[in-house]
């Protein structure tokens, strides 16, 4: 076992009788655990991990390190993770003579073969004490592939305050990514002003960020100053979520993956009171088979329906909310990869005017995992006037006052810290214990205000995790509040195989240079499954019949009578031919969520163009209309 390590001297006092002079003999000691025994006769195992791109199993000038892959030796378990340039310095205990060696990385699965050792572990031998046993490198190849990652995080959501939200993006893949674009959606009662760099557009409530060349292993942030609106007391303890989406999409992930390339999404939006929600077959492929939506109110199952999509079709699902939160999530089909495999949407704060708002239930949109996946990140809070400044905070929160959560399930920590002192505050560090039903495997490391250093070990059993942000020069709170914050984010799941019951409890200790610790506040959640359902109040809920976005063509269109849309997908601009000369007529262009970005009367002509160089990539919807009846929707692709 690996203690915890104080340099130290030891100082032995003979005393003589009578008592002339005093000899003192000093003896220096490796390490020292308090509390505990001395243990100095520790070892070393080390290493690089490395892609290799030559394929010769050498690290060298032509390959790429791996930085921030977390190390595995059993028995212990003992834990390291790799710096800057790759390499990887574990130290284990001498009470075992043989440990097998393995590693884990954040990057995708299906992007990585491990090519040498081809087992990926290696079985050391340490049979001497205090000793280095180098060079167990890990060597891996990677599929030529650009991957796209993105994370968002906000510091606080106080009513009148401006604070800080970092979108972090990311290409782990190895080659280049070209024409990335980035959307950060705000909700209704939150507010950007600001951003560096500079947003590209701004639609409504949506920043679009034109990023471009995202080079491979590079990351990069978008920091924006936002704040929530004044005046509206009854918005305290609603919750906000602010959504970052990257494109293009990873296609290259799945590839090999053996699945109908159906793709359920869900949208929702509340309307005057009522809970309206689109579910869609976004993907390529049909759904063979049927799965199943649930609706909730403020966690109580109503209502459980199947459905079975082809591409490109959708329907709706509506009932009034009440001022209660209304979630609906539905099954992705079989073999979907697991990146989303429950997409779900909440609606908070749903009513029919602001006044309700003070009544209506608060807080719930946050006990329930997110939709997040490497291109998607959603990051919610509630609004406050108050908070404490140095805190943690865990999502999902659970469900229920005991705040249950299934075992397996990922936990997203946030560790907040404020400078309250009369001094900039040089260094930070942050040092958190980790519950032992958590799955260390599984440790990654996310967003924060501020670049940092981490530190991996074992102590008594108990994982630690030390997150250090040198010279991170933070002011006093009194001299400029906003740079006087800063936070680190991280995710874990619990371990699966977890018994019901279990309590999962975390809190941190948060050094400011040379200062005792502060400690935050403790957060739990109970491994269990939360099961309420009212099946007699699924007779509110309503479902339209299904539709397809592809044609959209109503009963009153002739096949004769067709629009043409072309190029499509388009870069640029489209052109759109009637297939007579019209009356004036309106197109219509929106997201799949119903936003509009684009109104535009095209005129009594047989043909008209547009201009859609502006919009980011993706998938967009739209319906043209003059007063004839004729009436025409479909689905445009921007490049």
């Given at each position: ?435 032992s039903d958590l799955d260390a495997s599984t440790f990654l490391a996310g967003s ?192």
């Open positions: 076992m690996i203690l915890q390590q104080y340099p130290a001297w030891i100082f032995f006092v003979e005393l003589e009788s009578p008592v002339s002079d005093l000899t003192v003999l000093q003896l220096e000691i490796d390490y020292i655990q308090l509390g505990s025994y001395v243990d100095w006769a520790f070892n070393t195992i080390t290493g690089n991990i490395f892609n290799d791109n030559n394929g010769d199993c050498q690290f060298n000038s032509t390959d790429n390190p791996v930085k921030h892959s977390l190390v595995k030796a059993l028995p212990g378990p003992y834990y390291a993770y790799t710096d800057e340039n790759g390499f990887y310095e574990l130290k284990v205990d001498t009470l075992n003579t043989s440990y097998t060696v393995s590693y884990t990385t954040d990057s995708e699965a299906t992007l990585i073969e491990k090519i040498c050792p081809a087992s990926g572990m290696y079985s050391v031998s340490t049979p001497k004490g205090k000793s280095t046993y180098c060079c167990h490198d890990f060597a891996q190849k990677i599929k030529q592939c650009a991957v796209l990652k993105i994370d968002i995080n906000s510091d606080r959501r106080r009513r009148c305050f401006k604070g800080f939200t970092y979108v972090n993006y990311q290409n782990v893949g190895n080659i280049n990514s070209s024409q990335a674009q980035i959307k950060v959606v705000y909700p209704e009662f939150v507010k950007p002003i600001s951003s560096t760099p500079a947003w590209t557009s701004k639609v409504g409530d949506t920043l679009y960020y034109t990023v471009g060349l995202v080079a491979p292993y590079s990351q990069q942030t978008i920091t924006i100053i936002d704040s929530v609106i004044c005046g509206i007391e009854s918005i305290r303890s609603l919750t906000q979520c602010t959504q970052a989406m990257i494109s293009p999409a990873n296609a290259c992930l799945y590839e090999d993956i053996d699945w109908n390339n159906s793709d359920v999404i869900v949208r929702g939006k509340c309307d005057m009171g009522i809970a309206k929600f689109t579910i869609l077959n976004g993907g390529s492929g049909d759904m063979p088979d049927s799965t199943a939506f649930r609706v909730y109110t403020n966690d109580t199952l109503i209502s459980t329906q199947k459905f079975a999509l082809r591409s490109q079709e959708y329907f709706q699902v509506q009932l009034p909310a009440y001022g209660k939160v209304i979630r609906l999530e539905a099954d992705q089909s079989a073999n979907h990869p697991a990146f989303n495999t429950i997409p779900r949407v909440s609606l908070e704060g749903c009513v029919t005017n602001q006044a309700l708002l003070q009544s209506a239930y608060k807080g719930i949109a946050m006990n329930t995992p997110l939709n997040n996946d490497f291109v998607s990140s959603t990051s919610c809070m509630q609004i406050t006037d108050s908070y404490d400044p140095n805190d943690k905070a865990v999502f999902p929160v659970g469900q229920s006052e005991r705040n249950y959560i299934s075992a397996g399930t990922k936990l997203n920590y946030t560790i907040r810290f404020e400078n309250t002192g009369s001094d900039d505050a040089y260094t930070v560090v942050v040092v958190d214990t980790l519950d924060s205000s501020h670049s940092y250093s981490i530190k991996r070990e074992v102590i008594d059993d108990r994982e630690i995790v030390t997150f250090q942000f040198t010279d991170i020069n933070l002011s006093p709170k009194k001299v400029d509040s906003i740079k006087s914050q800063g936070f680190i984010k991280f995710s874990i799941s619990t371990r699966p195989d977890v018994a019901n019951g279990m309590l999962i409890e975390n809190e941190a200790n948060i050094f400011f240079d040379y200062n005792s610790a502060i400690v935050t506040n403790k957060v739990s959640q109970t491994i269990g499954e939360y099961i309420e359902e009212k099946p007699e109040l699924g007779s509110i809920v309503s479902k339209t019949p299904v539709n397809n976005i592809t044609t959209g063509l109503t009963s009153k269109t002739n096949t004769k009578d067709l629009i043409l849309l072309y190029p499509n997908p388009v870069s640029e601009s489209i052109t759109i031919k009637f297939p007579r000369e019209t009356i004036e007529s309106t197109i219509n262009v929106y997201t799949i969520d119903g936003a509009t970005v684009l109104t535009q009367r095209l005129g009594a002509v047989k043909e008209s163009r547009i201009i859609l160089q502006q919009l980011p990539q993706g998938i967009y919807y739209y319906s043209i209309a003059d007063s004839s009846g004729l009436n025409q929707h479909g689905k445009i692709i921007k490049q």
